[in-house]
């Protein structure tokens, strides 16, 4: 069964510095890695996602995310924090579910907080 | 392009009611998940629908959540009765194409934020 772990519940980073929030998977087979943001009472939006390819992948709102087979981890990056990046973060596995489709499973979620 | 509609957006109910949930996805998403989200947690799969047909309800506790995609579009969520450990957010999420799902995101609703007192 794939699962994904997110080992930090919070994470606290003054603006303007860089930022890491990391997780790491367990899969069998390739495995297709998602990052999701969840601002306050709204719902998931999508960031970024690894499929195949390149290890490093760029996102949306200048967020990039770091694939490493070897470590099975997914660590999502950005250079400069924003205050506007303090929001939960998720990263989550897509696996075969049947009929031909899939399904997300998430890990716990990280808090990241921006200091001004 | 309209998102993810869910409604309602907020219910309290009392333990052994019943409750509710409706959920329109993106047009032409053939995909549906319900997804619960404890507090502190991360989403759980419920249930997962492929066009009016269901793929994976594994986890749904199905002596009291039932589902339904009659048509293939939108969607239903029900429990009864509720339990205190049913207070969670319900999140919608929808995908173009099942086969296409490895490496097409999901949209997801607002979510409804249940509070069973």
């Known amino acids: 069964a794939q699962s994904v772990a997110q080992p930090e519940d919070q994470v606290n980073v003054a603006e303007g510095n860089p930022l890491t929030v990391k997780c790491t998977y367990s899969v069998s087979g390739n495995p297709y890695l998602f990052w999701y943001v969840q601002y306050p009472n709204r719902g998931l939006q999508f960031l970024l996602k690894y499929i195949t390819g390149d290890n490093l992948v760029k996102g949306s709102y200048g967020f990039e995310a770091e694939f490493n087979k070897s470590q099975t981890s997914f660590h999502l990056k950005k250079p400069s924090a924003l205050v506007s990046d303090s929001a939960l973060y998720f990263c989550a596995v897509s696996s075969y579910s049947g009929a031909g489709s899939y399904q997300l499973t998430f890990g716990k979620g990280t808090k990241l907080s921006v200091i001004p | 392009e309209a998102g993810v509609a869910q409604s309602p957006r907020y219910k309290i109910i009392e333990k052994r009611q019943s409750v509710a949930f409706w959920c329109n996805p993106i047009?032409?998403?053939?995909?549906l998940y319900w997804y619960q989200q404890i507090l502190g947690q991360g989403p759980k799969l419920l249930i997962q629908?492929?066009?009016?047909?269901?793929?994976?309800d594994s986890q749904l506790p199905k002596d009291r959540f039932s589902a339904e995609r009659l048509k293939g579009v939108d969607s239903t969520l029900k429990i009864q009765p509720a339990k205190l450990e049913d207070s969670a957010v319900y999140l919608c999420?929808?995908?173009?194409?099942?086969?296409?799902?490895?490496?097409?995101?999901?949209?997801f609703g607002q979510g409804t934020r249940l509070t069973v007192v």
């Open positions: 629908f492929q066009n009016n047909g269901v793929v994976d």
């Open positions: 047009s032409g998403h053939a995909t």
């Open positions: 999420a929808s995908t173009i194409r099942g086969t296409a799902s490895m490496n097409t995101e999901a949209f």
